[in-house]
């Protein structure tokens, strides 16, 4: 990989690793539906004129109904969801939750019968959710199961909304489809998420947290990702699935002093483990075109976006 192409993966692990720090600072003051109101509204705004600008929006028109599904499913409930289980958990482990996704993508590429499950990712699963176990058994402790069921439907939304996106949306634009997913967002959070809106002024560090998700970890995030794409290739791009859960961990722990006990290292190493042996190509290759259909699913399937 060029030294461009490792600037950019760096970038992205750290950019998409900050999130859950910020929305644990936000959630402090602002409903979870306000929050991604705010989110959504403000990267929308940012991405928006630079799609149209590219001639990347009347495409994606008939195919709004995908695209619509698409939305609720990649970024209205897991953005919500998530936003809801950091009121109660850290943003550490949260972060080392949402690690599991590429199982349960791996667990559905099984399902919808688009590759086979070998002995290795039977074992990179039974491994994978060991540590999920793990984290869910020594960290979370005395936390209602709300926010653990939450989180399980976000890991679920992440893994299936890309099968979406390669089924259906593949061949469009993919900045004018992110854009336009925002856009959507916005729109459907702006009746709950202006109602719950605060009485009390927000303070500057909310704000901060709120600007920093929309435009750095949003809008800028994309077109970084966008151009760490073109640099190394989508299969590459997606290892930072396993680099963003370490960042949350380290900033949990350093910012907002969060603990971190021997299950937590514990459970995450075997999440990453599990997760890379469950996503782990087969050594035998089908037949064109086959494979190559195969091959994108697993692509996104591992590497789901919108970031949290």
Known sequence: MSRRGWVLFLLMGVIWGIPYLLIKVAVEELSPAALVLARTLLAAALLLPIAA???????????WRPLLVYTVIEICIPWLLIGYAEQDLSSSLTGMLIAAVPLVGAVLVRLTGH???DPRRVIGLAVGFAGVATLVGFDIGTASVGPVVALAVVAFCYAAGPLILARYLADLPALGVVAVSLAVSAVIFLPVG?????TEPVSTQAWLAVSALAVVCTAIAFIVFFRLIAEVGPARA???TYVNPAVALVLGVLVLDESVGAG????FGLILAGSVLATARDRGRRPEPEQKAIDADARCLSNPVPEP
């Not at 937590?264 to 459970?267: E, K, M, S, Y």
């Open 53 to 63: 600008a590219r001639g990347q929006l009347r495409p994606l028109l008939p195919y």
């Open 115 to 117: 590759e086979a499950l």
């Open 194 to 198: 202006g109602a719950q809106w605060p």
């Open 238 to 240: 997606t290892v930072i």
């Open 264 to 267: 937590t290292i514990v459970g």
